[in-house]
């Protein structure tokens, strides 16, 4: 797998957003500053603690954390993908003797990367509000890494799929944004009556913003919100289905890419 | 050793639209193969088959006995390609992206830099090595798609239009450099609509037409299937052209020129004198042309969708380069 070719556009696509820090790294730092200080500093001093002994800006940081690195881990796949498909060079790609499993893992795992800077961009941030100390380290940083990678396998159908520049700007703004809005990163779901707490469990970003929220504060929403069943072994579940379903992703992607669909005529 | 390309009934469907119909043939190693035919006769789709960028509907295809599906990476290891369209990474200065592709090919960071290096140089552009590709004229890309398809060192060169908009001294200096790499081994398959660029470069010749093997031939075995014109100025015009033998398939009389038309010219000038002379003609002047490569072409893909242009002739309905450059797609260009 990781052949001198895999290795040369894993660094070609880890280059094309280190070389852009204005267009891949500022735009979240600036936007989170905003967050912190405007929901947690203004409006948070304002705000009860959410949960027992978590002050708000303090809950914000998971939520925060999660929408910055699967909405950049998305952008950069589906972006990389697309304007590659637009301007015709990703035939430099595709006509390479790289397996179709290669390719995938490389602009996924590149994507991945771009995802976790910014999180722990949005987490530095976070940290000059508010002291953190990280409860559950390891299970923090494989939930991060497996998130980071299913939107980056996601950001890849959706770089396919996309037939121009807006296409792109839909799939991020009016299906991303609102699942991880409605996906507890500003409050916690145990301020919900019942049945949208019910309709919140249908949202797969509630259980990605509750896993890092587990894993960098040690609480977690479904201890006391979703079925006893499930309570019991969450978050592991969430993250042994998140996991399942990152697998499934990138072998579709793999599969995509194998069939040509989008990249070949 | 396997031949470079060998397909046989490749055939590739867009919906109703065959783009291949059937398509069987060889290239051998070492040739210079030229692929004629006019815009729309599956030569690109024949390309893009080969290396990954179409997958094919039925038949079967090999380079160097590789199958281009089951085989696909050793296949597309052989193969450099410089396309028509101008479809080169924009992010990065041109060094690196002949450095990347390069390293898609497994060529490792330093080798591929001392590659880009060379054939930066080999293709004249070697000063613009840290400039962007939307930087560079039309000819310096043309000649950039060239050295991006050598930089992977490859068995077989695919050069897909390779002059089609360019001036008269890249074509040459093109036409130089692709003739050295053939000498050196490099097995070319070069598709072209300017007849002249064939004639000149290729061993063989395969003209294709609606997606269909119409001949495959060298250029001089094609033109000996045309006929040949003697045109015979007499002293004295008769008002009827003369009754010639069975070896003028057609005699026309016209300003005292006598046009006869022959299999061979030069075997069938004597007689043709002799039987004038005899017939108590004085002759005057006589001179034979030969069937050009072109005529023929039009001949064997005459049909109602045809474009074909001599070289140097401007009257393609291809963009023009700036048109093909894709000013929206700069625009959108680092946006995330």
Request: with cysteine.
């Amino acid at each position: 797998m990781w052949s001198v070719g895999f290795s040369a556009l894993f660094r070609r696509e880890i280059l094309r957003f280190v070389r852009r820090p204005k267009n891949t790294f500022m735009p979240p730092a600036i936007t989170n500053v905003l967050y912190f200080a405007v929901f947690g500093l203004i409006l948070g001093g304002r705000i009860d603690e959410p949960v027992e002994g978590i002050g708000y800006i303090l809950f914000l940081v998971p939520g925060l954390v999660v929408l910055g690195t699967i909405s950049n881990a998305f952008e950069n796949a589906s972006f990389s993908i697309f304007h590659g498909r637009w301007n015709e060079y990703i035939h430099e790609t595709l006509t390479s003797p790289l397996s179709y499993a290669e390719m995938v893992v490389a602009y996924v795992g590149a994507s991945a990367v771009r995802g976790l800077i910014v999180g722990v961009i949005i987490a530095v941030i976070g940290r000059l509000f508010v002291p953190i100390s990280i409860e559950n380290g390891l299970f923090l940083v494989v939930t991060m890494i497996v998130i980071a990678a299913l939107f980056a396998g996601f950001g890849i159908i959706g770089g396919l799929v996309a037939r121009d520049f807006d296409d792109l700007t839909v799939m991020n703004q009016f299906i991303l944004r609102p699942l991880v809005f409605f996906g507890a990163v500003f409050y916690s779901l145990t301020m919900l009556e019942p049945i949208w707490q019910a309709v919140s469990m249908l949202n797969p970003m509630v259980y990605m913003v509750d896993s890092v929220r587990y894993g960098l504060l040690g609480y977690s929403d479904m201890h006391s919100v979703a079925p006893a069943a499930y309570a019991e072994f969450a978050p592991y579940a969430s993250l042994g289905v998140l996991t399942l379903l990152t697998v499934v992703v990138i072998a579709v992607d793999v599969y995509l890419f194998k069939i040509g669909y989008g990249l070949t005529d | 050793m396997p031949p470079a390309i060998e397909t046989t009934d490749l055939v590739k469907e867009y919906g109703d639209l065959r783009a291949l119909q059937e398509l069987s043939l060889t290239v051998e190693e070492g040739e210079f193969f030229g692929l004629l035919g006019p815009n729309g006769a599956g030569k690109t789709t024949f390309i893009n088959t080969l290396v990954g960028l179409a997958r094919k509907t039925g038949g079967e295809a090999r380079v160097f006995g590789h199958d281009v599906e089951a085989e696909y990476q050793e296949a597309r290891n052989a193969i450099g390609l410089a396309p028509q369209e101008f479809n080169v990474d924009r992010f990065f200065p041109i060094r690196e992206v002949l450095m990347h592709k390069a390293g898609y090919h497994g060529i490792p960071e330093d080798e591929a830099a001392e590659r880009a290096d060379e054939v930066l140089k080999r293709v004249g552009i070697y000063d613009k090595r840290n400039e962007r590709f939307d930087w560079l004229s039309g000819g310096m890309k043309r000649r950039l798609l060239l050295a991006r398809a050598l930089v992977t060192d490859p068995d077989l060169l695919i050069l897909d239009e390779p002059t089609a908009g360019v001036d008269v001294q890249l074509r040459h200096d093109l036409w130089e450099l692709v003739t050295e790499l053939n000498e050196e081994g490099t097995t070319v398959l070069l598709t072209t609509h300017y007849i002249e660029e064939a004639e000149r470069l290729c061993d063989r010749v395969a003209i294709m037409n609606e997606g269909q093997k119409v001949t495959v031939a060298t250029p001089d075995d094609l033109k000996t299937r045309g006929t040949d014109t003697i045109t015979v100025r007499l002293e004295s015009s008769p008002a009827v052209a003369p009754d010639l033998g069975e070896y003028a398939h057609e005699t026309t009389l016209e300003d005292g020129h006598l046009e006869v038309r022959v299999d061979d010219g030069g075997s069938t000038a004597p007689q043709l004198l002799h039987d004038l002379e005899a017939d108590g003609y004085e002759i005057a002047d006589l001179e034979i042309s030969r069937t050009s490569l072109e005529e023929i072409f039009v001949d064997l893909t005459r049909s109602e969708d045809r474009t074909v242009t001599r070289s140097g002739a401007s009257e393609t309905d291809e963009p023009t380069e700036d048109e093909t450059d894709d000013g929206a797609a700069r625009e959108q260009e680092g946006i995330a």
